[in-house]
């Protein structure tokens, strides 16, 4: 019996790498939330492998650092994040939180201001400012 040509078997196309990495993002923040920060972290940094301009990866490992006090790992993280998404006013405000942990009072200070600036009625930063004992301008 004489066979046809084969019919190839669709293969489904492997997950985007973005894709992925908002898996492992999604995975690392439900390990965060249950401060599971060693899984957390390999999963953040998954996703920071798999998309390196995942914000939420670079700001989840700044999270997973500030909870262990490696503050200036949760600097150079966060600014990363903040980088890949300057108009993020949460990440702008955790970056202050940051700041101000490692001793950075003025530069703290100076990313609320930013934030305010750009969104005059931002609660977080706001609220941040007041705690910091800083006045705010009406």
């Not at 690392?28 to 940094?45: I, N, V, Y």
């Not at 670079?58 to 903040?82: I, N, P, S």
């Not at 200070?109 to 004992?133: F, M, Q, S, T």
């Amino acid at each position: 019996v004489a066979e046809g040509p084969a019919v190839p078997v669709p293969v489904p196309p492997a997950p985007a790498p973005s894709s992925r990495a908002l898996d492992e993002v999604l995975a690392g923040e439900k390990a965060l939330a249950a401060m599971r920060l060693d899984d957390a972290q390999a999963a953040f940094a998954e996703a920071s492998r798999l998309d390196a301009r995942s914000s939420r990866a670079w700001m989840g490992l700044a999270k997973v650092a500030f909870q262990r006090g490696d503050y200036e790992t949760a600097l150079e993280k966060g600014q990363r994040a903040v980088r890949f998404a300057p108009g993020n006013a949460a990440y702008r405000n955790y970056l202050g939180r940051i700041h101000l942990a490692a001793g950075h009072r003025e530069e703290a200070i100076a990313a609320w201001r930013a934030v305010l600036a750009d969104r005059p009625n931002d609660a977080e930063a706001k609220r941040l400012l007041e705690k910091a004992g800083e006045k705010i301008d009406p």
